[in-house]
């Protein structure tokens, strides 16, 4: 047998394996990038058109999408935005540049962010020329970690048509049944602003009590998961209020008393 | 033949990867909580120590000794990339359930001790077979355990609803212990319990033997 520890053959082996593991795994990323894309952009059609509740069996999630059109908005003044591309939007970096976010003041902050992109986008549903719906990510902090989702209002900005989670680390069972269909239902219906205009959508500890007069208000809790029930809370206080979406939904009321 | 057909078998029951050599425990108890999911892992690790036991094997009369160490991990690692490529590719939602475990793979020991330990001293088919052996070798501990943990956590079988939970309106009131990773330490001691009650041969000689304590000791003397 050769002697395979001379520092020539070393080299040869250890370059050669680096060129053919490198020109495999280029090949593999570039030919399957465009399915991963594909794939990464049908799962967050899936959870939008889930959340405004217009997700059907038997239809294509991407011709469904058809319909539903994206705006960014700019979160400061709620007016829509025409100088970013929408492919150009990443809410994760443009949440980190100094340049296209705030800090939050810790009294501000009650979803936790730390950061706020000063831009968001945003996905409107229209059937016959007249808004439906309108669909708003939204984030915060839970028990584990960071739980991201859209939630979906009719055109009254008022009432739910329906929350839906696409990313957290809740506990399986207790935290995790955010994700749950029969708690999802729960949200239909419901009203987030109080007459006076105030944010008052909260999960409560415990069933709802249907004869209260604040029911419409009120989500059951999730047993167990006190904490991740509260962070919910807090993330649609937060996104709802004057640091997210309320100038939006100011801007869009205004407009639409000045139309009729 | 029947040499393959050892090297196959084996390491199920007689030498499984888990039960007997303790290896690869981390992802069994990280990826068991659904038996979908486990099924994937299943696949990707088998398809990764089978394909690397062969092409360790192909190339070990090359490998210089010092730097073979390397050599396997370069290999094993660009065979994890691939399988995670084609993960994200062609199910992307179980590669977002599995995440970072698929790129732990390979860290999982099983594949680089049987690389080092089969693949650098035996040819080239002998040793995919050997790795496809302990690729099912650890499938099966891991199935076995993903059957327990979704039955008992969700109280269902491959998703489909066997006892309906309490939470759907049903009457099985979930332990949501067993949702959670730390269960699988239970149901793995439990596992080689029962193997080597069946295999009598792998129970181990215990390393010490507790002693008396001392007042006891006395009493004896005395």
Not at chain 1, 85 to 109: C, K, M, Q, Y
Not at chain 2, 41 to 46: E, N, P, S
Not at chain 2, 187 to 207: C, H, S
Request: hydrophobic share 45%.
């Amino acid at each position: 047998m050769t002697n395979n520890n001379t520092i020539s053959k070393t080299l040869i082996v250890a370059i050669s394996l680096c060129l053919v593991c490198s020109a495999l795994i280029s090949y593999s990323a570039v030919e399957l990038r465009d399915l991963q894309e594909a794939n990464k952009t049908l799962d967050k059609q899936t959870k939008i058109l889930s959340a405004a509740g217009l997700l059907a069996d038997d239809k294509d999630v991407s011709s469904l999408f058809n319909s539903i059109e994206i705006k960014i908005v700019d979160l400061e003044t709620g007016l829509f935005n025409t100088s970013i591309n929408i492919e150009d939007f990443d809410e994760s970096s443009f949440s980190r540049n100094p340049n296209t976010s705030i800090e939050l003041t810790s009294d501000a902050d009650i979803a936790l962010l730390k950061r706020r992109e000063n831009f968001q986008a945003i996905y409107l549903h229209y059937e016959n020329e007249s808004l439906k719906a309108i669909i708003l990510p939204v984030r915060g902090y839970g028990l584990w970690g960071t739980m991201k989702g859209y939630l979906a209002l009719e055109s009254d900005l008022q009432t739910v048509i329906g929350l839906e989670f696409f990313d957290h680390k809740e506990t399986p069972g207790l935290g995790g049944e955010i994700v749950n269909p029969r708690w999802k239902a729960i949200w239909k219906g419901k009203k987030v602003y109080s007459d006076s205009g105030d944010v008052i959508i909260s999960v409560i500890k415990g069933s709802v009590d249907k004869s209260n007069k604040n029911a419409k208000f009120q989500v059951d809790g999730l047993s167990g998961a006190t904490i991740t029930s509260n962070g919910v809370t807090n993330l649609l206080s937060f996104w709802l209020g004057e640091m997210g979406y309320g100038p939006l939904i100011k801007e869009i009321r205004s407009k639409e008393s000045a139309d009729v | 033949m029947s040499k393959a057909k050892e090297v196959l078998l084996n390491p199920i029951f007689n030498d499984n990867p888990i039960a007997l050599q303790i290896l690869g425990i981390c992802s069994a108890l990280a990826v068991t909580g659904t038996l979908y999911i486990t099924l994937i892992m299943c696949v990707a690790l088998t398809s990764v120590v089978t394909l690397s036991n062969f092409f360790v094997s192909l190339i070990r009369n090359h490998i210089p000794t010092n730097i073979r160490i390397i050599v396997q991990i370069s290999i094993i690692a660009t065979l994890v990339m691939l399988v995670d490529e084609v993960l994200q590719a062609y199910d992307y939602e179980s590669s977002k359930t599995l995440s970072v475990f698929v790129g732990l793979i390979v860290t999982n020991c099983i594949v680089m001790g049987r690389a080092e330990a089969f693949a650098m001293k035996n040819g080239p088919i002998m040793s995919a077979i050997d790795g496809f052996g302990n690729g099912l070798g650890y499938s099966i501990i891991l199935i076995v355990i993903a059957v327990i943990r979704e039955f008992v956590g969700a109280g269902t079988f491959y998703g489909i609803e066997i006892m309906p939970l309490t939470t759907n309106g049903g009457w099985y009131l979930a332990n949501n212990f067993f949702l959670t990773p730390a269960s699988s330490f239970f149901i793995i001691g439990f596992t080689i319990w029962a193997l080597r009650q069946w295999k009598t041969d792998q129970i181990e000689e215990p390393e010490f033997k507790i002693l008396k304590n001392s007042l006891e000791a006395e009493k004896r003397t005395i």
